[in-house]
C-alpha cells in the first residue's frame, strides 16, 4: 500500500491547499487545474459505503489507478462506475492474489495492473459516450 499510495498524501494536501484558494479566484492556469482534478478523482477514490471495506489488494489497484492518472481522463461522476469496472473485471482476482502472496508490487504486477486499468478506463470511456 505505502509504495503505491507513497505520493498520494502529498497530492490530496496539495489539492486541498489549491481548492481553497481556487475559490477567490476563477482564473487558474492548466497545471492548476490539473492538480484540483486529480484531487477531486483521489478523493472519490477513496470514498467507501459504509460497512462494506474494500479488500487491501482491491484497494492497491483502485490507488495506483488515481494515483498514476488512469482517472484523468474521466468525469469525477464516473469514478464510481470506474470501481465498479475494476472490481468486476476478471483479471482483478489475478492481480489481488499476486499482490497478497508477493507483499509488494513487482514490474510483473504492475504491468498487469496498468493492462486491466487501460481495459477498465476503455470500456468507461466508451459507456460514457
Known sequence: M???AGTMKLELA????????AQFGSDLDEATQALLNRGARLTEVLKQAQY????MEAMVVLLFG???GYLD???V?????FEAAVHGHAGLDAVRATIKAEGVVSD????KMRGLLDEVVASVKAAAA
Open 2 to 4: 505505502k509504495q503505491v
Open 14 to 21: 496539495q489539492y486541498r491547499e489549491v481548492a481553497a484558494f
Open 52 to 55: 462494506s471495506p474494500l479488500a
Open 66 to 68: 488515481a494515483t498514476r
Open 73 to 75: 481522463g474521466l468525469p
Open 77 to 81: 461522476n464516473k469514478v464510481g462506475a
Open 108 to 111: 510483473a504486477t504492475e504491468a
